[in-house]
């Protein structure tokens, strides 16, 4: 299916195109969790034994050929090619994702990855919403995606967008209706990225700190905070309670079988934070190098942390007696596909990424902006840098 262009509603503003599909699940907070909110998987995903069906990234003369086209990218992990700068993505049980395309203001709905040497499937279904997003901001706009505890019931969306007023969190239904669940979040120039997922039935969103750093301590303000929204219902008011403060330019928010793990940045270091059962907020490592933290995706045995700087995913391995990390995350495909965004777990064990390389000084490549997937340093598909 073509996909349709987005209509301008306003000055700075664009309505949203949505795939509809099925769905994922997501986060937590940092006071106590129940224990609905501790255990969101059915099963443990681990890295540990992963075996993906996918060529070594970092070897591309094992990679089987694609047929040549417009935007047909010839390696074979990745799914879609020629898309604007990603947004959030989310990977579904049937084998595909769905992606955030925040040029086009677009959910799109991608299919399982069919054989490698056949040419990638277009994006499935799409739906437009009546939604006012605000393009002008530099890191604002259609920024994260979380589906619903019953999705597969009730076919409900949560986004975190970028309105003309606010950042702030809606509830979009199959028709395409959509309902505001959170909103006066702080809006600035910069500091706007945000995630949102679900721990059980709780709402989980991070903040960003709106340009203003003082804002993240501040507790009247919503920004720079990891927030925790109970059983949200649009039209209800959603006390949201603080979990985490000192949020710097929110990253991304994931949660494993065991913990919550958190990514910003501060005008000191890159960090992903470590959010426990009980509440105690650690952090789990830090980059002074500021490698540029964005999405991740956390297993039973490693947290994956995409890189929007250094050009790379790191894998931070989790010690089974400690749950916490006590060695240096190893980089893979560094430099290979550009500056990375969101990131999940697909079901086929590999991390599915998005990358921004629109968003960098420069041209980008001739098939920006890509999904891709990266399999994991356990595969022995390759742990180190290009």
């Keep these: ?18 795939g509809v599909t099925l769905g994922a699940v997501l986060l937590s907070g940092c ?13 443990e995903p681990s890295w540990q034994d992963a075996e993906p069906e996918t060529k070594d990234p970092q070897s591309p003369s094992t990679s089987p050929q694609r047929p040549e086209g417009p935007c047909i990218d010839p390696d074979p992990n990745v799914v879609i090619s020629c898309l604007g700068r990603t947004g959030g993505i989310v990977a579904l049980g049937s084998g595909g994702a769905i992606v ?3 040029d086009s203001l677009k959910v799109l709905t ?10 990638p499937l277009p994006p499935e279904k799409e739906q437009e919403i009546d939604q006012p997003i605000d393009v002008g901001t530099v890191d604002g706009g259609l920024m994260d995606i979380a589906l619903s505890p019953s999705f597969y019931e009730d076919g409900l969306y949560y986004l975190y967008v970028t309105s003309p007023s606010d950042n702030r969190v ?13 909103t006066g979040i702080p809006k600035g120039q910069t500091g706007n990225r945000g995630a949102i997922d679900f721990a059980g039935q709780d709402l989980l969103v991070l903040t960003g700190d709106a340009g203003n750093p003082a804002a993240s301590g501040d507790p009247g303000s919503l920004a720079g905070k990891l927030l925790r929204v109970k059983d949200p219902v649009p039209g209800q008011p959603p006390n949201p309670e603080v979990l985490i403060s000192g949020i710097g330019v929110a990253g991304d928010v994931c949660v494993g079988p065991e913990d919550i793990w958190v990514t910003d940045r501060t005008a000191v270091e890159d960090r992903l934070q470590r959010v426990t059962k009980d509440g105690a907020v650690s952090t789990a490592w830090s980059w002074t ?20 700087t250094s050009n790379a995913l790191a894998f931070a391995k ?24 969101g990131a999940t777990i697909g079901a086929d064990g590999t991390v599915w990424v998005g990358t921004i390389n629109k968003e960098a000084p420069g041209a980008p490549g001739p098939f920006d902006d890509r999904v ?9 598909n390759g742990s180190g840098p290009d």
């Design 31 to 43: 006071a106590r969790f129940d224990d609905s909110a501790s255990s969101p998987f059915t099963t």
């Design 318 to 341: 989790i010690d089974p007696a400690t749950k916490s990390i006590t060695e240096a995350p190893t980089l893979t495909v560094q430099n290979k596909y550009g500056r990375l965004n």
């Design 100 to 102: 955030l395309d925040r």
């Design 372 to 380: 891709v997937r990266i399999p994991p340093p356990s595969s022995g």
């Design 110 to 119: 991608l299919a399982p990855p069919v054989g490698p040497t056949e040419a």
């Design 170 to 182: 809606i509830r979009v239904s199959e028709d395409g209706s959509v309902k505001p669940v959170l």
């Design 1 to 18: 299916m073509s996909l349709v262009a987005a209509s301008r509603i306003g000055r700075g503003a664009r309505k949203v195109v949505l």
């Design 289 to 308: 190098d500021h490698p540029g933290v964005a999405g991740c995706a956390a297993a039973s045995d490693a947290v994956a942390v995409s890189m929007s």
